[in-house]
């Protein structure tokens, strides 16, 4: 019997296109997002020769300000920091927003960035230089706080060549406007000159309290704008993204009447802050969000997107950028011998002490971090994962792996986190929020055996804890609920933990993500 089935040719035709056009989408994709996977908000993009570099806001973990090297702005290396050995001596927390700018007659790159004064406990816009992206930069302090605070700096030359530093001014902590300022910068990049301009502020319904994430590109005889505007960064966000131009930089500038230009789609939310780039004639955006499978357990990941042009000269985004990241590409293997990967973060109130060789890592313990002890982390880059530290248990520290999140989910909250810990004879599963230690499980297990930590998530906050004991898997404690501790605007971090004495260490021989 003939059981073959015959397709009227119209559907055949109709099913042809149909798979001709999404080989054509798939290969005109061409990359997957997120480009800059996990915690990475407010990025910058700049080009250099044959190369782009990126960088991104560090928050309150060091090393500060990490520096991406691509040369399609698709695959991205981690080449350097801005302040690998930590905070300036000027400057206590809020490492925000670092903006990457590139003198090519003098041969040096600038990085502003945002941080809030020791002395004056204001929100400063600051600059350091090097003579490439992966040299030493030196620090050249504050060039800005105004009492309401100054973040979110770019640099940017008007019509006649001269340069100028525009930023926020971020009046929408006291309830009031945010301006984006603009004024002259002297070529050394250590002081402003002249007066300062007002750009435009917020005003219109669409924008809620504040405009913010300024930055500047030019094509068609224009100055073009894109800036950021409502709120950016908790579980609430409604960030958006909008578009402004003007024939000269200091003004008048123009507000597109069909703004925002990026909001929300089906993969990502609150979508902002970002830098355009020009690459083969076009010009992308590389931006933040929150996926919104991830949401902000993750953080804000550095997403691309290629700008579109409407009749009339306004730059416009298609809002489709998807989520098309393998989970594979983001796992993760260190086993200490050669040195401390880069990729491992601490906090930035912090001088943690290490060894690293052939037995693995040797973490110096201490009591510091609201008492959770010495952190060694890296963000999250997934809801679903598996964490696994080797410990080898022969120091009189506690060895432990933790997720690390805030005290509360508020601005500035003190961090906290829940993770398990061996020491001695005692697997412990506990929960530390302002300075106070729960128990919660735990198991005695034999003395002096190398032990497998292991730490699983699902969905972003289900947490499950167990340990591998010579071939044996012992579960501590019920699955956990960590919502409570995740942190304002930054994501969950996720890694090792050494408490005690500092004159004790956590020894730890791998570490694997998957």
């Not at 960088?55 to 290396?77: H, Q, R, Y």
């Not at 006291?174 to 300022?181: A, D």
């Not at 929300?264 to 076009?282: L, R, S, Y």
């Not at 952190?375 to 933790?402: H, I």
């Amino acid at each position: 019997m003939n059981t073959s089935i015959r397709v009227p040719r119209v559907a055949m035709l109709l099913l042809l296109v149909a798979l001709i056009t999404h080989m054509g989408l798939a290969q005109n994709r061409g990359f997957d997002n997120p480009v800059l996977a996990g915690d990475r908000p407010d990025p910058t993009v700049i080009k250099i020769g044959k190369h782009y570099y990126a960088s991104a806001t560090s928050n309150e973990w060091a090393p500060l300000f990490p520096i991406f090297k691509s040369t399609d702005l698709i695959s991205w290396e981690l080449v350097n920091y801005v302040f690998p050995d930590g905070a300036p001596d000027w400057a206590k927390n809020n490492f925000w927003a670092p903006e990457l700018a590139y003198d090519e007659d003098q041969g040096k790159i600038y990085a502003y960035y945002t941080a809030r004064d020791k002395v004056s406990n204001r929100l400063s816009v600051a600059v350091a230089s090097a003579n490439s992206p992966e040299s030493k930069f030196t620090d050249h302090g504050p060039l800005v706080a105004q009492e309401f605070g100054s973040i979110d700096a770019f640099e940017a030359r008007d019509e006649n060549g001269k340069i100028y530093v525009l930023w926020k001014e971020d009046g929408n902590s006291k309830g009031q406007k945010t301006p984006i300022w603009a004024q002259e910068i002297n070529k050394e990049r250590t002081r402003l000159i002249g007066k300062k301009h007002e750009l435009f502020q917020n005003d219109q319904p669409w924008e809620g309290g504040l405009v913010e994430g300024v930055a500047i590109f030019r094509k068609n005889g224009y100055f073009y704008a894109t800036y950021s505007a409502r709120g950016c960064c908790e579980i609430t966000c409604d960030y958006v993204t909008g578009v402004a131009r003007s024939k000269t930089l200091l003004g008048p500038w123009e507000k597109y009447d069909m703004n925002p230009v990026l909001k929300d789609n089906d993969n990502w939310k609150c979508a902002g802050h970002g830098t355009v780039v020009e690459k083969d004639g076009d010009f992308w955006m590389l931006y933040h969000a929150y996926n919104t499978e991830g949401s902000v357990y993750v953080g804000r990941q550095g997403v691309l997107e290629k700008i579109d042009w409407t009749d009339d000269n306004w730059p416009i985004l298609a809002n489709k950028a998807g989520y098309e990241r393998s989970k594979a590409s983001l796992e993760f293997k260190d086993n200490f011998k050669k040195r401390l990967d880069p990729v491992w973060q601490w906090r930035v109130t912090q001088d943690i002490q290490y060894e690293t060789g052939k037995k693995g890592l040797k973490l110096q313990a201490s009591e510091e971090n609201e008492t959770l002890g010495t952190l060694l982390v890296q963000g999250t880059k997934s809801l679903d994962y598996q964490y696994e530290a080797t410990v080898k248990p022969d120091g009189e520290a506690a060895a432990g792996l933790a997720v690390i999140g805030g005290a509360n989910n508020g601005f500035g909250a003190p961090p906290a986190g829940m993770g398990i810990s061996i020491k001695g004879n005692q697997l412990i599963l506990w929960e530390t929020i302002n300075q106070k230690t729960r128990e919660i499980a735990s198991e005695t297990i034999p003395t002096g055996k190398e032990v497998k930590l292991i730490l699983s998530m699902k969905d972003g906050y289900k947490m499950t804890t167990s340990a591998l004991i010579d071939g044996k898997t012992i579960q501590i404690g019920e699955t956990q609920d960590v919502r409570h501790l995740v942190p304002w605007g930054m994501g969950f971090r996720l890694g090792l933990v050494a408490k005690g004495a500092t004159d004790s260490y956590a020894h730890f021989k791998e570490v694997r993500i998957y």
